[in-house]
């Protein structure tokens, strides 16, 4: 009789009280077990999955809580039958909710999306949550069966209805396909700050339905019509009165091929991949041309631009199990405020005002004035600030006082300007570029395409101080940025070189238009209408190129 207690006692039954415990324990010692491993591979690969070596400790001293909480756990009796029951009815019902979102999770990450950093750790939750619900709900269906049945049926039917009647209600206000997975906002939004051309020049091509820089499209390519993808950044979109792509196309003659704008500012070379992945395949590309710029593509260790939750939500057009399972627009909501363009727009106020508050200050001040003006403007303090204005004074800058007052097009950009500033006092351009971090996103791309039968190019962009011998020229005498961004260019011959050795076509821009003047815009950095021109002829012999050996 000792050894088992009636319901009305308010005590477990043994039997039961030696499940439970062991259900709870195995659960602790499995997840410690499962992480082990997981963790021993990360110490000793060389992927850069975690750098920190607290981090590592961190994760065993984590570990080693669990294996001695599953030990403990499997030697201790339960309490009251009452209390256990509730609390066992709590974690079972809160893991099964959530166990299916962490197997997609895990599918996701294993199979879909492998490129995820944290490898393993998803699969090792949803496992435990897997152990939760088949130890407990065994535990509970020998308590109380019908209960038990009711409640994953009730269970199961609330998720579904309430993920999907949210689904249903968040697309009203969500952008739709594919400008969700571009630049993330609705396309008027764009002008404020990628659209600055657009603004300033009435004759400017605008912003179409997908929120690109670019004539309407229609989802499906027209029969009989090449249909070529452009891949990049702000290189695609900003400052040109007709955009790379549309005079390309002009180029080549109406009728034949049409060439999609699917460049998007502040993005890198993992968003290009998923991009050409989740968006341009789906668009019935023919080509691809892939536009990496030597100024700011290089990724660095564990660089992640697109973020992912654990392969269950991710920014789009990044892969997730909600996206998977058509839960776009609630993927959307949540993690859309992580894509870059949006946190730098953000992060910067409004971007293009921000700008144009620089500028005005510039304009108003005499020259006399000018090198505390820019100290002022780029925030320096302390001794830096006075070792740059010392370094300003000693300079004649009269010439390059009067281009900051009228930049080509009335566009100006400070991004030159602060590098510059910074190089005078010391600060220059890291001279380990390392393209490993890089490279492997251009392969991919390159993979993807070939697998898909779809022709793939590299096309390498230079910082305009390594090609417009003009650029180079205004800009001497402050400082010779040819030399102080000579690494990329080094860089990017690297990838070059590295991409040829591989079998991928690559078109390196400096070749063809290196001493060229006026390519670029002098303080924007961006191509100007006729490099743009210029790079379009270039483009349009390769593909008419490309079209005749077919």
């Not at 319901?7 to 499962?34: H, K, M, Q, T």
């Not at 390519?519 to 743009?532: E, V």
Request: glycine share 8%; net charge neutral.
């Amino acid at each position: 009789m000792q050894d088992q207690a009636v319901e009305n006692n308010a005590v477990i039954p043994i039997g039961d009280r030696r499940i439970l415990s062991f259900a709870v324990g195995l659960l602790l010692l499995g997840w410690g077990i499962i992480l082990n491993p997981w963790n021993i591979s990360a110490w000793f690969s060389d992927d850069g999955v975690i750098t920190s070596f607290k981090t590592y400790v961190l994760i065993y001293i984590v570990e080693m809580v669990m294996l001695a909480l599953g030990w403990l756990t499997m030697r201790q009796p339960f309490p009251s039958r009452f209390s256990a029951v509730i609390n066992i009815r709590i974690i079972y019902f809160v893991a099964l909710t959530f166990v299916p979102f962490f197997l997609g999770g895990a599918y996701v990450t294993t199979f879909i999306d492998p490129t995820f950093r944290l490898q393993g750790i998803t699969a090792s939750i949803a496992l435990s949550l897997v152990w939760v619900v088949f130890f407990f709900g065994y535990v509970l269906f020998r308590l109380e069966s019908k209960k038990f049945i009711f409640g994953i049926a009730l269970t199961i039917s609330l998720i579904v209805t309430l993920l999907y009647g949210a689904e249903f209600i968040a697309r009203i206000f969500v952008p739709g396909w594919p400008a969700r997975g571009l630049h993330g906002v609705m396309p008027e939004m764009g002008a404020r700050s990628w659209g600055r051309v657009v603004l300033l020049d009435g004759s400017s091509i605008g912003f179409n339905s997908w929120g690109q820089r670019d004539r309407e499209r229609k989802r499906n390519p027209t029969p009989g019509i090449t249909r070529i993808a452009f891949l990049g950044d702000s290189y695609l979109e900003e400052s040109t009165v007709v955009p790379l792509s549309l005079q390309t196309e002009k180029k080549l003659g109406e009728g034949v091929y049409e060439i999609l704008n699917l460049g998007v500012s502040v993005s890198s070379p993992d968003e290009y991949f998923y991009r050409l992945k989740n968006i341009a395949l789906r668009l019935g590309i023919a080509r691809c041309f892939l536009f990496f710029y030597e100024g700011n593509d290089f990724l660095w260790r564990n660089t992640e631009t697109l973020k992912s939750f654990l392969g269950i939500l991710a920014v789009y057009p990044r892969d997730s199990f909600f996206n998977m399972i058509g839960l776009e627009a609630l993927n959307y909501l949540l993690m859309n405020w992580q894509r870059p363009v949006i946190r730098a727009w953000q992060a910067a106020g409004d971007l293009n005002a921000k700008e144009q508050s620089r500028w005005k200050k510039i304009q108003e001040t005499f020259d006399a004035r000018m090198p505390e003006v820019l100290a002022d403007i780029f925030t320096l303090g302390g001794e830096d600030k006075v070792k740059l204005i010392e370094e300003l004074k000693k300079r004649d800058l009269t010439s390059f006082y009067y281009m900051l007052r009228y930049p080509d097009q009335g566009l100006f950009r400070s991004y030159y300007l602060e590098s510059a500033l910074e190089s005078l006092i010391q600060k220059e351009e890291d001279e380990r570029i390392d393209i490993s971090w890089t490279y492997p996103w251009i392969h991919k791309a390159y993979e993807l395409c070939q697998a898909n039968g779809i022709d793939f190019t590299l096309v390498i962009v230079p910082r305009a101080s390594q090609v417009d011998s003009r650029m180079r020229r205004q800009w001497l005498p402050l400082t010779d940025l040819a030399v102080l961004f000579e690494p990329s260019r080094r860089a990017g011959h690297k990838l070059t070189l590295k991409a040829r050795e591989e079998g991928i076509p690559v078109i390196e821009l400096a070749e063809f238009i290196r001493g060229l003047p006026g390519t670029y815009l002098n303080l924007d950095g961006h191509w100007s209408q006729f490099g743009s021109g210029v790079i379009s002829e270039i483009l349009a012999d390769s593909i008419a190129a490309s079209a005749k050996k077919i």
